[in-house]
Structure formats: structure tokens, C-alpha cells
């Protein structure tokens, strides 16, 4: 059973408009959550986190919020650049700390110039 | 740049022979983890060791096995080759305690004939 749910396999953008992706969870003991982004032959690199006593985190042009009674978080980049073209993956936690992760199947993002 | 080394990047090999992935990380880091993943699919977490002479296995039931004889050195290996294990593999670390930003290497991809 998949306890972390992206359910847009890709997502298309223009160039400097906002990009949403969006991720769920079903399990509600998780309480940290991260988003990594991979390009092509590399591994996934972390972008942003964010913990469940919080219901925003902003770094830059990268902001992940998060609605624990729905169960489900989104990153927005803002303004969207060709270099965030690349695959994100959302994944979760049981406490900051907890040695595994679970992750989403990730999203792909294409950014249009 | 990579602290994290996975060798090889490729490889193709028969049904049968034995294989091992290399993971070195020269960060120090204590916890180090093996994930597999197939295209578009979430990452699975296979193997992670909290130390030396500490290995667990992970959330996803795989046939290889790992090591930790020193702390920068986690290998995966797969005593029998078949097509199933083609996949993506992909070594990652992190720091003591409350740490979950994994640092990844840029992966294996395995593909078995």
C-alpha cells in the first residue's frame, strides 16, 4: 500500500509562471516531511522540508506547504526556471531524525520557455 | 560536488554472475541506505546500516546483501544475477541523530539480460 501519493506523473509550466506539485499521505504518524529534485543521471538531491508544527516553509523561490487534516503538502516554485525542469519527489517521516523515508513516485516538471 | 561515489554508473551483465555496487561517502556520516527504483516509480528503501557491523534490512524484500566493515564503505551485492533485479540503485547518507537529509550518490543502473 502506498503510504505517499503523487499523483501527476508530469507537470508542464511556462517559464516564469508559479509551479505547483502536489503530494499526499495517507499515513497520519508521519510528521516530517521533504521534497528532492533529480535530473537526469543523478541522484535526487533535497530541496526543501518541512515539519508537521508548521504550515509553510519558504526558501527562495521555494515554498512547501502543508494541511495535515487533509493529509497533504505541495511545493510551489515561484517564478518557475528552465533549470527546475527535473523530476521531484516528495517524501515523508514518522519524526525528524527517523531513519527511513518513504517516498512518492515522483513528478516530472517541464518548464516551457 | 559528490560526496557520495557509486560505482559502477552502468552495467549489463547475464543472468547468473555475481555483482557487486560500490557506495563510498567521505562525509563522515554514520547512516547510510540503499534504495531501488524503477522508472517512474518511488524510490524503495532495500538496505541501511546505522553504523559498522550494523545492517537492517529495509521496507522492500530484495534478494542482495550489504556490508558496513568501515564507516565510508556500504557495497550491495547480488550473489546471482536475474532479470528481475534490473533496476536503478541508489546509495545515500546522513549525519547522526536528527538528520533525514539524505545525501545520494548518483546511482547504479543495473540491467540484467
Known amino acids: 500500500d502506498q503510504q505517499v501519493k503523487q499523483n501527476s506523473p508530469s507537470l508542464s509550466v511556462q517559464e516564469g509562471r508559479i509551479s505547483i506539485l502536489n503530494c499526499d499521505y495517507t499515513?497520519?504518524?508521519?510528521?516530517?516531511f521533504l521534497w528532492y529534485k533529480k535530473y537526469p543521471a543523478e541522484g535526487p538531491t533535497f530541496l526543501i522540508s518541512?515539519?508537521?508544527?508548521?504550515d509553510k516553509n519558504e526558501d527562495g523561490r521555494f515554498t512547501v506547504f502543508l494541511n495535515k487534516s487533509a493529509k497533504h503538502l505541495s511545493l510551489h516554485i515561484v517564478p518557475s526556471q528552465p533549470g527546475d525542469s527535473a523530476v521531484y519527489f516528495c517524501?515523508?517521516?514518522?519524526?525528524?531524525?527517523?531513519?527511513?523515508?518513504?517516498f512518492g513516485q515522483g513528478t516530472r516538471l517541464t518548464i516551457n520557455p | 560536488e559528490a560526496d557520495i561515489y557509486q560505482t559502477p554508473r552502468y552495467l549489463v551483465i547475464g543472468t547468473g554472475k555475481k555483482i557487486t555496487l560500490e557506495c563510498s561517502q567521505t562525509?563522515?556520516?554514520?547512516?547510510m541506505y540503499w534504495y531501488q527504483q524503477d522508472p517512474g516509480m518511488e524510490l524503495h528503501l532495500i538496505h541501511y546500516?546505522?553504523?559498522?557491523?550494523?545492517?537492517e534490512k529495509g521496507d522492500l524484500s530484495s534478494e542482495s546483501t550489504v556490508s558496513r566493515i568501515r564507516t565510508e564503505h556500504f557495497p550491495l551485492t547480488l550473489e546471482s544475477a536475474r532479470p528481475s533485479h534490473t533496476s536503478q540503485y541508489l546509495c545515500?547518507?546522513?549525519?547522526?541523530?536528527?538528520?533525514?537529509?539524505?545525501?545520494f550518490g548518483a546511482g547504479s543502473r543495473l540491467t540484467v539480460l
Open positions: 517524501a515523508a517521516s514518522l519524526f525528524q531524525g527517523a531513519q527511513k523515508l518513504v
Open positions: 562525509m563522515g556520516h554514520d547512516k
Open positions: 518541512i515539519s508537521s508544527i508548521k
Open positions: 546500516s546505522y553504523g559498522v557491523n550494523s545492517t
Open positions: 545515500a547518507s546522513s549525519a547522526g541523530s536528527g538528520a533525514n537529509v539524505l545525501t
Open positions: 499515513n497520519s504518524m508521519f510528521d516530517y
